[in-house]
């Protein structure tokens, strides 16, 4: 099991970047991603998968939300994503690779979720290529990389094929939220509880900062295991969040 490099503990984590819609500068884009670098922050981006395989630094499934486009990500390849501009940013900052974002970080620590993929593409395509990146980064002298999900099966690939990587869960109470609705009451319950930590080898979890302490987190964090925590948007929510966790990732506030 890896530890969580000290980087995603000894600075508040930027939830997508260092972003600020008001000032042109937009989620998971390149301008974020190095504003969260240049402030002194740890960085935390998405990652979705282009039709020709490559590793997006995107949230949404879809491209409603930040472009003039429309669809699902995964059905257009990199070259057209690449050139999408981004709804209120300046005209040059459009979809970037996950390539662009380690280079963009540089020595920033960059806190990467796997966003869970429709069942077209399933577990592996994604993560073989971010973990292709992830290497590559790290053998050229890059800031520390790791992991996270809320899909348990995306951090087990990483335990199985790519094990050096730092690798944790995203979670929450399932039963609070309405994305748990169509799950059963066992599998609600088994996410809530980070059923699969061991298992995977995970170092480390992130959790809905709302949803703290539960039994499992406390657990954890008795046994030297971080808990992270999202997303924290001012510093009341900061001060409150940070009893329970080892660090906040935040937006919207300088902490």
Not at 8 to 27: C, S, T
């Amino acid at each position: 099991m890896p530890a969580l490099p000290p980087g995603f503990l000894d600075r508040p984590i930027a939830h997508r970047g260092l972003h600020d819609r008001a000032a042109g500068v937009i989620e998971n884009s390149l301008p974020a991603i190095r504003a969260a670098a240049a402030a002194g922050y740890g960085c935390e981006i998405d990652l979705q998968i282009s039709a020709d395989g490559e590793a997006m630094c995107f949230h949404d499934d879809d491209l409603d939300r930040l472009t003039a486009a429309s669809g699902p990500v995964r059905e257009r390849e990199a070259a057209e994503l690449g050139a999408l501009p981004l709804v209120g940013a300046a005209p040059e900052a459009r979809i970037p690779t996950f390539a662009q974002a380690l280079e963009a970080a540089h020595d920033a620590p960059l806190l990467v979720e796997i966003k869970r993929q429709h069942e077209s593409v399933g577990v592996g395509p994604l993560e073989a290529r971010a973990a292709e990146l992830i290497a590559a980064h790290l053998a050229a002298g890059g800031g520390p990389v790791a992991v996270m999900s809320f899909d348990p099966r995306a951090v087990a690939w990483f335990h199985v094929h790519a094990p050096a990587i730092p690798r944790g869960l995203v979670s929450m109470d399932w039963d609070r939220d309405a994305d748990g609705r169509g799950l059963s009451a066992q599998a609600r319950a088994d996410l809530s509880a980070l059923s699969t930590f061991e298992a995977s080898g995970c170092g480390f979890c992130s959790y809905h900062w709302k949803d703290l302490p539960t039994a499992r987190t406390t657990a954890l964090r008795a046994a030297g295991l971080p808990v992270l925590c999202w997303t924290t948007r001012s510093p009341e929510d900061d001060a409150a969040a940070r009893r329970h966790v080892d660090n906040v990732t935040f937006e919207g506030y300088r902490p």
